[in-house]
């Protein structure tokens, strides 16, 4: 036989183990899309640990976030930072609510947008650890804060922190989930703001009628138990495998593949998930070359990095502000005494929980587009709803229109959380492409907390008696807002549920149409391998500087 029969045979031989190989791995991803959730964690069910563990620094944002707010309404900390008025009573002034609350969003830009950086050169976890150290040392200024003044700069740089905490959640979560799985760990990172403000609520309840300076120092102290537990289980954490094999570092990432995963998952489908991982990071490979922060809007990424900040904006636009951060505030304005205000809030998180713990069952039998826009026209409703409510004049006489109100709020907080709320991260990290995840999530944290600075400073003049006085005609502006996103939403927010980061690639490369994500049929292109030659080539023209 001649060397050209050889070498054709050869080649004929590798083809079709190439064939079988894809053909095996996509066996496995179907076989990972139609299993249940109950069995995803009987297989994997270390990595709703490991994300719960790097979640927890989403728990301190959502802590501190919730803290200064509740503070507000705090006799203690009103009579010693605030200034008296007429009545007797004291009130912190609407600058300096504005700069308190701007100190958190400010420093998450910084954070969020350097730490990209770090996250790629050194890893998820050593990242994670550093920032932890960080917190730690921070809240020293927050607890020993003399001043106003103090306070707000300690916001400012405990927020570049906190921005850190809430890029890499997500992100992480994201890495490491199994496809059935990914929905609802991602979404883990509304219930970790959940329940980091269901804490600070709580806390701050269970001082309201504390006249000590003890009142809000004690609070401050809560935070310094997070990052001790962070650091403590952090060393025993896998690394993310999408960023192991991105370094080369293949042996290393089929260790954390199989440390997330139980003992009966077989070696034969790490080794499996391992490939698809290889083949993810080697189709973004032939389709981007560089991992700027300007490759984010060049290509198809454009579209991903608009869907990212945008279902981000969305939180603040819709409401959170008022109906979440504000909330004790509003309820004390709407006649409420300070005790039955901050049971309020209590109970508007208690709610909030619940409805994401319930996530997981909405996330696994409806799709993200629908949930998105259903919950999302139901909390745009209520917010109109609320502000007609405002309307009589004899408002504060008719103590039925405040009660209907804060009912209507709890209820807001329900839908939102079930919905909304913790989609937004689900999207986030389903739509970025891998080697982009943490800068496109990074600019799309940033440009939310650009908004939710902008928000931080008309809602204490809006809602302060001796301005704008609004009250619950607050929701005029914010259901107005949350119409406009509504329509966004409807025209470009596409269906991710099920969808391989491999098929997410195509779908965006090949700019598949918003409402045929669901439907389109990736199976003949899913491995770059299997595209034909000309649509390789096409692709990669068509994006020369990705």
């Keep these: 036989m001649s060397d050209s029969s050889l070498a054709k045979d050869k080649s004929q031989i590798n083809e079709f183990e190439l064939e079988a190989a894809n053909h095996d791995l996509q066996n496995l991803l179907t076989v990972e899309k139609e299993i249940g959730v109950l069995e995803a964690i009987r297989l994997y069910p270390k990595e709703v640990f490991w994300c719960g563990v790097f979640c927890l620094g989403v728990v301190m944002a959502g802590y501190d976030g919730q803290i200064i707010s509740a503070f507000y309404g705090l006799p203690a900390f009103q009579k010693r930072f605030g200034v008296q008025l007429d009545d007797g009573t004291y009130q912190i002034t609407a600058p300096w609510q504005t700069a308190l609350g701007m100190g958190s969003p400010i420093g998450q830009i910084i954070g969020t947008l350097c730490v990209a950086w770090p996250l790629e050169w050194y890893g998820r976890k050593i990242t994670y650890a550093f920032v932890n150290v960080g917190c730690i040392g921070l809240i020293f200024m927050q607890f020993f804060a003399p001043s106003l003044g103090v306070l707000t700069a300690g916001e400012i740089l405990a927020g570049i922190l906190w921005g850190c905490l809430v890029l890499i959640g997500p992100l992480y979560a994201s890495e490491v989930a199994q496809i059935k799985l990914r929905g609802i760990l991602t979404a883990m990172t509304n219930l970790s703001f959940v329940i980091g403000q269901f804490v600070a609520n709580g806390v701050s309840d269970g001082f309201s009628t ?16 997070w990052p001790l537990i962070i650091l403590a289980m952090l060393p025993f954490a896998p690394e993310s495998p999408y960023w192991l094999v991105r370094h080369q570092k293949i042996d290393e990432a089929r260790k954390a593949i199989r440390q997330i995963a139980s003992k009966s ?12 991982v290889i083949d993810t990071d080697r189709l ?10 300007k490759d984010i809007f060049k290509g198809s990424n454009l579209r991903r990095t608009e869907i990212c900040t945008v279902v981000y904006v969305v939180q603040v636009m819709c409401g959170v502000p008022f109906a979440m951060n504000y909330s004790t505030y509003f309820f004390e304005l709407a006649g409420f ?47 109109w709803i609320i502000g007609f409510l405002d309307i009589p004049k004899n408002y504060l006489s008719r103590p039925a229109l405040s009660n209907t109100q804060a009912a209507l709020m709890l209820i807001w907080s329900f839908g939102y959380q079930l919905t909304a709320g913790p989609l937004c991260f689900v999207l986030n990290g389903e739509i970025p492409s891998t080697k982009l995840r943490s800068k496109t999530i990074a600019f799309a944290t940033a440009v939310q907390a650009m908004f939710f600075i902008a928000a931080t400073v008309a809602l204490p003049y809006m809602l302060n008696p001796e301005n704008g006085n609004l009250r619950g005609k607050t929701g005029f502006v914010f259901g107005a807002f949350s119409l406009l996103c509504f329509i966004w939403s409807f025209f470009r927010l596409p269906e991710t549920k099920n969808r391989s980061f491999e098929e997410l690639d195509i779908l965006f490369h090949k700019k598949v149409p918003t409402r045929q994500f669901a439907t389109y049929d990736v199976n003949s292109d899913l491995q770059i391998t299997g595209l034909p ?4 080539s096409n692709i990669v023209e068509e994006n020369p500087s990705l």
Aim: charged share 20%; aromatic share 14%; proline share 3%.
């Design 210 to 225: 504390n006249a000590t300076e003890w009142a809000y120092k004690v609070p401050f102290a809560i935070q310094w138990a």
């Design 265 to 276: 998952v077989s070696d034969e489908i790490i080794e499996k998930r391992l490939q698809i």
């Design 284 to 293: 973004e490979q032939e389709m981007e070359q560089t991992t700027s922060y």
């Design 337 to 383: 005494n300070p005790s039955r205000a901050f049971d309020l809030s209590l109970g508007s998180t208690a709610i909030g929980f619940a409805a994401t713990c319930f996530t997981g069952l909405s996330l696994t039998y409806i799709g993200r587009r629908p949930l998105y826009l259903w919950g999302l026209g139901f909390t745009t409703t209520l917010l």
């Design 533 to 536: 030659d000309e649509e390789k």
